[in-house]
């Protein structure tokens, strides 16, 4: 099976930029996608194909994939980025989720 | 734009069975395949499988083969996920989501979820 690894917390001040890392064997060969989960909401897509960001998520956000890690890069952290963020790849024949990294904005 | 509805919160005990519903509306619903997610308290999120209602080709997580079943009324637009003999470890938030293709997909709306309880 194919494990993907994220830190376990990252935090940020305001303004400031957060970097949330999601490691696998030779990532950079799948296309990564990133999902951002409130507290008690429902997981949504803010970065599909390792780097496009669907309509409606804030130009903030953005991503990057090469080698063993991928990278999802919030510009200008605000408050409401404060989530639960989970990657996801493809392998074989099966969805793969990473244990996800919780951001806090302080 | 597809929207996903989910029926309500369930209570179950050990052993007994359960089938819940995720409704879509909007263009196309039958086109997209529907898939399961799994959230387990506190834990991360776990996919079970999907599924294309316009046919029902359904593919499953080899980690959930023989756990679940997945299923589709494509006349009501409506997916389900079923299980024979609940246990415990069962509890859990179920999300179904959206896919334009089942092999290297990315889910691009999501339900609101149901929440299981299995509890003696």
């Known amino acids: 099976s194919y494990d993907l690894t994220q830190p376990l917390s990252v935090s940020v001040a305001p303004g400031q930029t957060a970097t949330i890392t999601c490691g696998g064997d030779n990532i950079e060969t799948k296309n990564v996608q990133w999902y951002q989960q409130m507290p008690g909401q429902a997981p949504v897509m803010v970065i599909y194909r390792d780097a496009i960001r669907p309509s409606g998520i804030p130009e903030r956000f953005s991503g990057s994939n090469s080698g063993n890690t991928a990278t999802l890069t919030i510009s200008r952290a605000q408050a409401e980025d404060e989530a639960d963020y989970f990657c996801q790849v493809w392998d074989t024949t099966t969805v793969v989720f990473g244990p996800g990294t919780h951001v806090t904005v302080l | 734009e597809v929207q996903l509805v989910q029926s309500g919160a369930e209570v179950r005990k050990p052993g007994e069975s359960l089938k819940i519903s995720c409704q879509g509306s909007g263009d196309s619903f039958t086109r997209f395949w529907i898939g399961w997610v799994r959230q387990m308290p506190g834990k991360g999120l776990e996919w079970l499988g999907f599924i294309f209602p316009e046919n ?65």
């Open chain 2, 56 to 120: 029902s080709d359904t593919r499953y997580s080899p980690s959930f083969q023989g756990q679940v079943t997945i299923s589709a009324d494509r006349s009501i637009t409506t997916v389900y996920l079923q299980w024979t003999r609940l246990q415990a470890s069962d509890t859990a938030i179920y999300y179904c989501a959206r896919s334009h293709i089942p092999v290297d997909p990315h889910f691009d709306s999501w339900g609101h979820g149901t929440p299981v309880t299995v509890s003696s």
